[in-house]
């Protein structure tokens, strides 16, 4: 991913994340990697190695 759609990744996640709850998942970023045809899997494993098993961690952490 470039560091622009790092930026709208993590955007995306904190707007969801202001109108609901976390859930514990990665429910809102998987939604938009899915959306905008990004390499899920790969983004999923680095943000869970940076520690960010949730969308509020990966918020918090990575």
Not at 37 to 60: F, S
Request: with cysteine; aromatic share 10%.
């Amino acid at each position: 991913m470039t560091p622009a759609e790092m930026k709208m990744l993590f955007d995306y996640i904190d707007e969801h994340l202001s109108l609901s709850e976390c859930d514990n998942t990665l429910r809102f970023a998987r939604e938009f990697l899915k959306s905008n045809a990004l390499p899920e899997e790969q983004v999923v494993a680095w943000l869970e190695a940076a520690g960010g098993y949730c969308d509020c961690e990966a918020i918090g952490n990575a």
